[in-house]
């Protein structure tokens, strides 16, 4: 059974001489949902995907179904390639990353839920860019996704993941946790740091609502998900440096969940709060609904042919 106290599974692994990644291997086999090789071509089956969406938005634009969004990975991924970029190069290339898996999700195309469909692109980006700016082979990236869904799974279990639940802050912040705790495993860290790393990202987005503009995983999800891709890079790093996150990752967790259940329900994805009834949220909600309007119409009209014959 999984240890669902942090505290005892760092002392089970640091015992053990395990890492949180193995830990959630040895889990899935107890299960009995595959044996190893079996479990790690799925996660490798995953992990193509969410290799394949963090490239496609990145070289040529691609446009959301409602029309509101779209392009910005392909612009972003243009002005990274000129050097300018104040991230430095594995930040900025997560960023793109992150743009592109969100964008590829509002274009209704195939992503990884990662925990979340709206937070889809920070694990990818935070582990991908990670990869190839430190040149790690793929079997080093499989073990961060273990790593990451171990982090997901405590999270999950103790708290929410969800926006409607608990705003944005337990969809982003969690993949932000998520991805945190990955790098830090993948870059030799200890599950004591990874566990610090994952709550410093959480503790950076406390109080983060879920206010999508008309409604849609779009505005300003994307985004979003490029600056939590950013979050999760920096966690890991001052973890990486020794530093520790004074309040523990269970209490930040619950702290989420306590704050998620506060917050009044116009800014948990119910797009009647926050962002959302601005007056350029609301004309763009309007924008949007006479978008799907005439795409509905049109879909009329070539129903009607098709019947006629046509």
Request: overall charge negative; hydrophobic content about 40%; aromatic content about 4%.
């Amino acid at each position: 059974m999984f240890i669902m106290d942090t505290e005892k599974l760092t002392a089970y692994l640091q015992q053990e001489n395990m890492r949180l990644c193995d830990y959630a291997l040895a889990q899935e086999l107890e299960a009995g949902t595959g044996d190893r090789q079996e479990l790690r071509d799925r996660m490798a089956q995953t992990l193509a995907v969410m290799e394949r969406s963090v490239e496609k938005a990145r070289k040529e634009p691609v446009h959301s179904v409602s029309g509101l969004t779209g392009g910005n990975a392909c612009l972003y991924e243009a002005y990274r390639q000129t050097g300018k970029s104040v991230l430095g190069d594995t930040a900025s290339l997560a960023a793109a990353m992150a743009l592109s898996c969100s964008e590829l999700n509002a274009s209704m195309q195939c992503i990884v839920a990662c925990p979340t469909a709206g937070s889809c692109g920070i694990v990818p980006a935070v582990l991908l860019s990670c990869a190839e700016t430190r040149s790690l082979d793929r079997e080093r990236v499989i073990d961060g996704l273990f790593t990451a869904s171990a982090v997901g799974i405590l999270i999950g279990s103790r708290a929410t993941l969800a926006g409607a639940e608990g705003g944005c802050q337990a969809e982003c912040g969690s993949a932000a946790a998520m991805g945190a705790a990955a790098v830090v495993e993948m870059l030799g860290g200890t599950p004591d740091m990874a566990f610090h790393a994952a709550a410093m990202a959480l503790k950076n987005v406390l109080g983060l609502t879920c206010d999508p503009v008309a409604g849609l995983v779009e505005i300003p999800c994307i985004k979003r998900n490029a600056s939590g891709a950013v979050n999760a890079l920096l966690s890991a790093d001052l973890a990486l440096a020794g530093m520790k996150s004074y309040i523990p990752f269970d209490e930040v967790v619950d702290a989420m969940y306590a704050i998620g259940r506060a917050m009044p329900s116009e800014v948990r994805e119910t797009a009647k709060g926050g962002l959302a009834v601005t007056p350029t949220g609301q004309r763009m909600r309007e924008e949007a609904e006479a978008s799907k309007g005439r795409e509905r119409d049109r879909t009329e009209v070539v129903k009607k042919d098709l019947q006629n014959g046509h």
